[in-house]
């Protein structure tokens, strides 16, 4: 077991560089099922879900070559099982993007019902439904989906909720089906912007990814081949972004794209933080402690709701009482009765939380329930008096690349020790 031994009291300062987001190579990797041949994929994150999605593949018949750390060429000329292992899909949240995309070039798959981090009911109806419509028989039962489709073909689909993964998902299931398919009411996340690039440059016709609309006309077949860069991780940098003001500190957030920063940048302003746009970087800085502030998540281009534990401990020692509203997740307030062992006053009930802004927090053990939550609690024990023990940090793993070299690298003293 391991567990990160973080002395508090650091302001953070200096340069960090933001790898490839998570959300978008967990679907892009899944993706390159449909391209049957090569694709080259740069700034992948070197993360767990990558690494536990690239291994899926390989079981399905997928050849895998690593160039570097955060390169690879991905041959998926010869997929020959239609069954992904179950032990390895039911672990993270992604392997759900197995199913559009074996859909796509199979008409068959059958997966583990997806898992990944606990913030409470995780539906996928919206997927099947969209998967239905398209033409596919979908069954679910004794922890697997199985998914079958002689032939699938364009339709509308109206989606009854804003879900990023489930418009993912169709336009996966859409890109090789015959005739034009329309998904209304879609997210609009920089990831769904960046898996509808990926599979344009392969020759894929999908209009729209960034806006509610979003129309796929099917195509025969995708190009091989291709060289896609993975978009910077938005949530990645909004957790640097944080961790320069709740240590009034002083961060240049390199490789990053601003514009999807905005909604985390317009909070920063709002509660007396400094933002500096270079274009491809963000420096943030704060040399005071932070303002009260009401936060509700919603879906991009609103306040994140992976941004909203890291936002808590912000608004944790924050001058006055904030609100969080979760809109997203029922259960995303674990973290809280974590951040109240090291000193915090949060009251947490349903989807609303109550910070009273206390001066300090004190190291302590603690405990990361989900990824953000980890993160979360990294910046908690980098401002903390003393020593926090953080431990469950196999969560964090999943999603962040080298991230206490990087917090050390910002002046951090912050220690992986293995029990
Ligand atoms: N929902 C349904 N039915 C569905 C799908 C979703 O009711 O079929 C509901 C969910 O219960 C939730 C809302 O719709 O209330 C939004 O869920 P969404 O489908 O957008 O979430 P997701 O695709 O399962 C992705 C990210 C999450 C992130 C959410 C929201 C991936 C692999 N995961 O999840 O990321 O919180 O979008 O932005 O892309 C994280 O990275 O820490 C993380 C949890």
Request: with cysteine; glycine share 10%; aromatic share 6%.
């Amino acid at each position: 077991m391991e567990k990160l031994v973080i002395k508090g009291g650091t302001r953070l300062k200096g340069e960090v560089t933001i790898s490839g987001a998570k959300n978008a190579a967990v679907a892009i990797l899944p993706a390159t099922l449909l391209v049957n041949g090569i694709c080259h994929i740069n700034n992948l994150p070197n993360i767990s879900d990558v690494k536990i999605i690239c291994n899926i593949l390989k079981e399905l018949g997928a050849k895998i070559t690593w160039k570097k750390e955060n390169e690879i060429t991905i041959d998926t000329t010869e997929i020959n099982s239609t069954k992904a292992p179950l032990e390895m899909t039911s672990k993270f949240r992604a392997s759900y993007y197995l199913i559009g995309s074996m859909l796509g070039r199979c008409g068959n798959i059958e997966v583990g019902l997806p898992g990944g981090c606990n913030l409470g009911a995780r539906p996928i109806d919206q997927h099947i439904k969209g998967f239905e419509a398209l033409g596919a028989k979908v069954t679910v039962g004794q922890g697997k989906i199985h998914a079958k489709a002689k032939k699938l073909v364009g339709t509308s689909i109206y989606m009854d909720v804003v879900s990023v993964g489930a418009t993912i998902n169709i336009m996966l299931a859409s890109v090789l089906a015959e005739g034009t398919t329309t998904i209304d009411n879609a997210a609009k996340e920089p990831h769904i912007v960046d898996v509808a690039n990926f599979l344009n440059t392969m020759g894929a016709d999908i209009r729209g990814a960034g806006t509610d609309v979003i129309k796929i006309n099917g195509v025969k077949q995708l190009k091989s081949e291709g060289t896609y860069s993975v978009v910077p991780d938005q949530i990645e940098a909004g957790t640097f972004m944080l961790a320069a003001i709740a240590s009034k500190g002083d961060i240049l957030v390199k490789n990053c794209i601003p514009e999807h920063l905005d909604c985390i940048t317009a909070k920063i302003l709002e509660i007396g933080g400094n933002v500096e746009d270079y274009g491809d970087s963000i420096r943030v800085s704060a040399n005071k402690r932070p303002s009260k502030a009401s936060v509700k998540t919603l879906p991009y281009p609103g306040f994140p709701t992976d941004m909203q534990p890291q936002m808590g401990v912000v608004l944790s020692i924050a001058n006055g009482t904030s609100i969080i509203n979760e809109s997203i997740w029922e259960s995303r307030f674990q973290y809280t009765a974590e951040l109240n062992k090291m000193g915090a006053q949060i009251t947490a009930q349903g989807k609303t939380a109550v910070f009273e802004g206390v001066d300090k927090l004190y190291g302590a053990p603690v405990y990361a329930s989900d990824l953000r939550a980890g993160a979360a609690l990294i910046i908690a024990g980098i401002i903390a008096d003393g020593v926090t023990e953080l431990y469950n940090i196999e969560h964090i793993d999943r999603g962040y690349e080298n991230i206490e070299e990087k917090f050390r690298n910002l002046g951090a003293n912050i220690q992986r020790i293995s029990e």
